[in-house]
């Protein structure tokens, strides 16, 4: 089993990473991190490349990333929630699976053979508000052929507790894990 975890945090010893790494530590098969913040990867830039060819044009880590999306059984996005949204950096990754819209819309292919399960997971300590960032997520998630998606698992009270105290978010991870793992 292979999974791909899109990190949107900035901080790598945060809330958000607390979570990813219980998952990390518990997930059997291996896996992909991308840290939004410490890759390589360009925004798109809609230079329209993927309109006409297939993949991008913007040669960088996100290469990567496409090959691993082509074989992963599953994809995680894991972001603190800035302003109601995932954060800046995760939405310039996010922004690059362009080529897949373009591929179904321009060119009337499936880019991704293969159907993967999503899962998401938002922190934050602000106003209460993740519906916004929730449903970004899920929008990419599906333009990664993620259509079976787990319920959201969140920790949304991180100014008053750590994440990874949060008996709520970790009963979440626990179901996440068992739904990466099952076998339907």
Same mark, same amino acid.
């Given at each position: 089993?292979?999974?791909? =975890? ?27 991190? $991308? ?5 390589? $990867?360009?925004?798109? $830039?809609? #230079? ?7 993949? #991008? ?14 074989? #992963? ?19 310039? $990754? ?22 993967? @399960?999503?899962?998401? =997971? ?9 519906? @916004? ?15 079976? =998606?787990?319920?959201?698992?969140? #920790? ?18 626990? @179901? ?9």
């Amino acid at each position: 089993m292979k999974t791909l =975890i899109f990190n949107g945090s900035p901080r790598i010893q945060g809330d958000t990473m607390s979570l990813v790494n219980k998952v990390i530590a518990d997930l059997d098969g291996e896996y992909k991190l $991308v840290n939004a913040y410490q890759c390589e $990867v360009a925004p798109c $830039v809609d #230079c329209r490349y993927c309109w006409t060819n297939e993949g #991008c044009l913007i040669k960088d880590e996100m290469q990567e990333v496409y090959s691993y999306i082509q074989e #992963c059984d599953n994809i995680l996005i894991a972001s603190p929630i800035y302003f109601s949204e995932l954060t800046g950096k995760l939405l310039d $990754v996010g922004s690059r699976l362009q080529t897949y819209f373009s591929a179904r819309f321009f060119r009337k292919t499936e880019p991704i053979a293969k159907p993967k @399960k999503g899962a998401v =997971i938002l922190v934050g300590g602000g106003d209460g508000r993740m519906e @916004k960032a929730y449903e970004t997520a899920c929008t990419l998630l599906h333009h990664m052929n993620c259509y079976e =998606i787990h319920p959201l698992v969140f #920790c949304h009270d991180t100014n008053t507790r750590p994440a990874i105290e949060d008996q709520q978010a970790l009963d979440g991870l626990n @179901k996440l894990i068992d739904f990466f793992m099952s076998d339907n």
